[in-house]
């Protein structure tokens, strides 16, 4: 398997999958020590303050089990810190490991994976898996292809929140919609005072209990359903970004549709691009009372030209329904190599949003972060005028 590393200065690389720790209960290893995931981040600056509990409180926004609207499954999700952090919980610029066990392993689950080893779950990634790893393919919950892969990524991205915060740098995500319920205009301000005030993390306050009750009505039905989760970036300065491959558009698409169910993403205004003149599809400028430049509106969503405008960095994500359903669905049985119907009994997320917009701050913020390393390698040798800098 290739491609396990996301980043190219600041890198983080994870291994680990859903269940992975089960293969080892024979082998005498402590309950609390199972497998589960590790993460190792590459390019940590060195003195800066990184504790555990920094890094919990990212995993328990992504962690199951805690609302009706989540997997049943009961993982802790506690992470430890294996390496790169020395006394007084100071990075030492070495690579910080983190590992994050799985205890949540129970025979039970595993057998129930094994029933429908062969089975492919129409919309989640068992076909493909065995046209890539054939029978090797990890059979018990999803393997790489689970959900829960994304503890690590979440990890990684905690620890680029600890940098950024030095530089004011500040990311947050929310959920606009809900299968097809849409909440009001949400402005950066109103997602940071009502940041998970319910259980979907919706900022408007009036209509997420319309979005949840319609998620548990679906998830009474035996299906499931998807939303928009938007990401916020404040405090990003202009230029980020290389022009070419490397856009800051590019690499936060690259973070992003690396997540399991992300089916789409525009920035800013995005799609409604297609339907606007160019007057109404610019944003104007102006030089404000210290002499930046700002935007009077933001229809790029903080990027232009590929490289950040010093306006918010923002985004809307379209997050699929989950694919594990109890309702009868056509597929294969590629063991016996016939067709079959099927109507899994594992345990899933009725809705990925509220699980999913964690993950999405993280890879915003690896991003962000790397594209800093990358901007600011090169203008340490590209000797720009100052002036260009004070604007
Ligand atoms: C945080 C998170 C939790 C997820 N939980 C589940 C789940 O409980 N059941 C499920 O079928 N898919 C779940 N998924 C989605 C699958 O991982 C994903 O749909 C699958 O890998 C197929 O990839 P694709 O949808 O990008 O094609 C989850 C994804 C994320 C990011």
């Known amino acids: 398997m290739l491609g396990n590393t996301y980043g190219r200065f600041f ?71 294996f390496s790169g952090v020395m006394e007084d919980d100071l990075t030492t610029g070495a690579p910080v490991g983190l590992v994050i066990p799985n ?22 990634a068992e076909y493909t898996f065995f046209k890539k790893y054939g029978e090797h393919s990890d059979w018990v919950g999803a393997g790489r ?27 947050i995500a929310f959920i606009s919609e809900s299968h097809s319920i849409k909440a009001g205009p949400i402005t950066y301000e109103k997602a940071k005072e009502n940041y998970r005030k319910n259980d979907l993390n919706c900022p408007d306050l009036e209509v997420a209990p319309r979005m949840i009750e319609d998620i548990l009505r679906i998830k009474d039905e035996g299906d499931t359903c998807g939303g928009v989760v938007e990401v916020i970036a404040r405090g990003v300065p202009a230029g980020l970004g290389e022009p070419v491959f490397d856009k800051m558009s590019a690499l936060i698409s690259h973070g992003i549709m690396s997540i399991g169910a992300i089916k789409g993403l525009e920035f800013g205004s995005g ?13 104007p400028m102006y030089f404000d009372a210290d002499g930046r430049v700002r935007f009077r509106s933001n229809h790029a969503g903080g990027v232009l030209g590929g490289i950040s405008n010093g306006e918010d960095i923002r985004i809307r994500v ?61 203008a340490a040798v590209a000797n720009l005028d100052p002036r260009w800098g004070k604007i």
């Open 11 to 81: 890198r983080v690389t994870t291994c680990g999958e859903s269940y992975a720790g089960g293969f080892r209960k024979g082998l005498n290893v402590p309950k609390e020590l199972y497998g589960g995931l590790l993460a190792i981040v590459d390019g940590v600056p060195p003195g800066l303050n990184l504790t555990a509990a920094m890094i919990q409180e990212e995993l328990d926004k992504r962690r199951p089990g805690q609302t009706p609207l989540d997997s049943p499954r009961l993982e802790t999700d506690r992470v430890y810190i």
């Open 318 to 378: 379209a997050v699929k329904a989950t694919p594990t359903i109890s309702l009868p669905q056509d597929t294969v049985d590629v063991g016996q190599g016939k067709n079959a119907l099927l109507s899994p009994i594992t345990r899933r997320d009725p809705s990925l949003l509220p699980r999913i917009y964690p993950v999405c701050e993280a890879m915003v913020r690896l991003s962000i972060l790397d594209a800093i390393y990358m901007s600011q390698g090169y």
């Open 103 to 124: 205890v949540d392993i129970e025979d039970l689950h595993i057998g129930q994976y094994r029933e429908y080893k062969d089975m492919c779950r129409p919309g989640h």
């Open 271 to 283: 799609f409604a691009h297609a339907t606007m003149k160019g007057s109404e599809s610019n944003d």
């Open 145 to 171: 292809a689970s959900g829960r892969e994304t503890a690590s990524r979440v990890a990684g991205g905690a620890v680029a929140k600890a940098v950024l915060a030095r530089m004011g740098i500040d990311v």
